[in-house]
């Protein structure tokens, strides 16, 4: 199998899914916008060849090098970067060169937010009312009939980036005095409690793995308040949950995929579908997992890609591990060298985070692992707690 790998250098762990591509036999091929120098030397190890390009963003040059490596290879069998920001890129390429996945059709159902709606509407899964809006005459009427506050958002964007909350017609007069910047869609404004269910799809649309996460705050609030965000993972997956992400899976069709579904617990114990990203959780999440179950998700995903056996694989959620993020611009009362000799053993990692992480996830991250919650609250309390 010849699996061409967009940006294998970023997130800098998912070197882990290059390496473990490569133990099962696979030509990975890399295409990305960092030096060769600058790799780092497992990466290396792992790549059969690598091709940089100036721009991620230049199809040209993209087209370029996978053509180029179809040459070098043969036929490319996959390709694939399991990051958001690439998954347009991916779909052209696909289309471009014949390969299996997602295609460009697919894209705006899958990925865009009016997208995903249509889907969760068609699957009979509760979801917010959303509509396309494009100045504020159409948010005022949306606001009419379902009432303020809303959330404002991109129709296709990457966590909380420029989103936003109105709350009556003078703020949306406010916030829209320029042109919006691209299609945005308007939401009302959730209160809940945002829990997840990710996990990974065979190529028979199986789900082979999944777990749950829950967030201490939302991402809009967390941007936008510069909140200190914790979130962990849950032994068990509520039924009702279970139930509608498996409804959620099946309707988008997927196939060898990992997926990242966001839902809403409301007060009263049900779950609404917030969106589906079609990628593995963000930050360090692919990493909580394998310390919450004592597993290796890296290498599970590489047998779903090659089509190996995964009947034999088992699980069982073990911990509840943990990341608490803290800012740069804030004093907290325990310094690091106190967090360390407080945590202990229950102290997996502690990360200064690329900066592109900074606005939602803290620059710096501290990864605990736990038997029960309470020592888990009080963790995250030892780790945030301002001076």
Known sequence: MNFVFISPHFPPHYFHFISALRERGVTVLGIGDASYESLRPELKESLHEYFFIPSLMDEEALTRA???????????????????????????LRGDFNVSG???????????????????????????????????AQVKAFAARVS??????????????NTFKVAS??????ALSHPLPTTYVAQPFVRGTIVTYDGIVDRHG???????????????????????????????????????????????????????LEFFRLPDGRFVVLEANLRPPGGFMVDMMNYTCDIDVYRLWARVVTGDPVADFRFTPRYHVCHSARRKSRRY????????AKLGSSLILHRELPSIYHSLLGEEMYLTRHTDMDALRDTVRFIQDKA
């Open 66 to 92: 996978a053509g180029y490596l179809t040459w070098r290879h043969g036929r490319i069998h996959r390709i694939d970067s399991l990051n958001e920001s690439w998954l347009e890129v991916e779909a052209r």
């Open 102 to 136: 997602l295609q460009p059709a697919d894209i705006h159902r899958l990925r865009s937010k009016s997208g995903m709606a249509e889907v969760f509407h068609e699957a009979g899964v509760p979801h917010p009312d959303l509509i396309r809006v494009r100045d504020a």
């Open 148 to 161: 303020y506050p809303l959330v404002l958002k991109p129709d296709v964007g990457v966590g909380a980036a």
């Open 169 to 174: 017609d003078a703020e949306v007069d406010a």
């Open 206 to 260: 199986v789900i082979v793995f999944s777990l749950s996460h829950e967030y201490s705050d939302g991402g809009m609030e967390t941007v936008v308040e510069q909140r200190d965000i914790s979130f962990w993972s849950h032994k068990e997956i509520p039924p009702a949950l279970d139930v509608l992400g498996r409804q959620v899976v099946a309707a988008f069709g997927l196939r060898e995929r990992w997926f990242h």
């Open 333 to 340: 009362r325990h310094p690091h060298a106190d967090v360390e």
